[in-house]
T-cell receptor, first 112, second 110 residues
Framework: NAGVTQTPKFRILKIGQSMTLQCTQD?????MYWYRQDPGMGLKLIYYSVGAGITDKGEVPNGYNVSRSTTEDFPLRLELAAPSQTSVYFCASSRALDSPLHFGNGTRLTVT | RKEVEQDPGPFNVPEGATVAFNCTYS??????FFWYRQDCRKEPKLLMS???SGNEDGRFTAQLNRASQYISLLIRDSKLSDSATYLCVVTNNAGNMLTFGGGTRLMVKP
């Protein structure tokens, strides 16, 4: 049982490049989330989804886009990478909005 | 007022000590409460749910005080391996999802 799987684990981008962070879950959870965590700081919600075809902005959505074409996948897109997007990105899923979240291992992104 | 507030610490305690953290929340209608543990450079992991009557899991005890709007986590007989950041999670003010506190860092020393 893989749970929540994120790829890649690490990535270095140049300013202005784009990339997609992949997230997939095999628990048939409707709810999925993307967080970023800067060093020594708490989690900040970027985007979330309550089901296939439905996404909504979180606390810090600027510079990011998401899609949810299937229940399993919730990719996060960075179009024009900026140094301020250097962070650790966590994807999570849950069965319901008030159920515990299950996290992936994270993607460590550096933009230089 | 923040939706969830935690003392960031660090709490430095010797092995074997008992330590307690509190977490205050602003949504009086919150129904869901959890404690997560996050090790350095790792993902958060569910430590335990918090039930209205309080609950215990080994050396860990969680309690809820609705009147004062806080939850607590008590760790008895601290181990070196308990060193981590402990995140409080409650229902947000809009009532439509869970929100995370900033975490309390615990360091257990030999």
């Amino acid at each position: 049982n893989a749970g929540v799987t994120q790829t890649p684990k690490f990535r270095i981008l140049k300013i202005g490049q784009s990339m997609t962070l992949q997230c997939t879950q095999d628990m048939n959870h409707n709810y999925m989330y993307w967080y970023r965590q800067d060093p020594g700081m708490g989690l900040k919600l970027i985007y979330y989804s309550v089901g296939a075809g439905i996404t909504d902005k979180g606390e810090v959505p600027n510079g990011y886009n998401v899609s949810r074409s299937t229940t399993e996948d919730f990719p996060l897109r960075l179009e024009l990478a900026a140094p301020s997007q250097t962070s650790v990105y966590f994807c999570a899923s849950s069965r319901a909005l008030d159920s515990p979240l299950h996290f992936g291992n994270g993607t460590r992104l550096t933009v230089t | 007022r923040k939706e969830v507030e935690q003392d960031p610490g660090p709490f430095n305690v010797p092995e074997g000590a008992t330590v307690a953290f509190n977490c205050t929340y602003s949504n009086s209608a919150s129904q869901s409460f959890f404690w997560y543990r996050q090790d350095c450079r790792k993902e958060p992991k569910l430590l335990m749910s918090v039930y209205s009557s309080g609950n215990e899991d080994g050396r860990f005890t969680a309690q809820l005080n609705r009147a004062s709007q806080y939850i607590s986590l008590l760790i008895r007989d601290s181990k070196l391996s308990d060193s981590a950041t402990y995140l409080c999670v409650v229902t947000n003010n809009a009532g439509n999802m869970l929100t995370f506190g900033g975490g309390t860092r615990l360091m257990v020393k030999p």
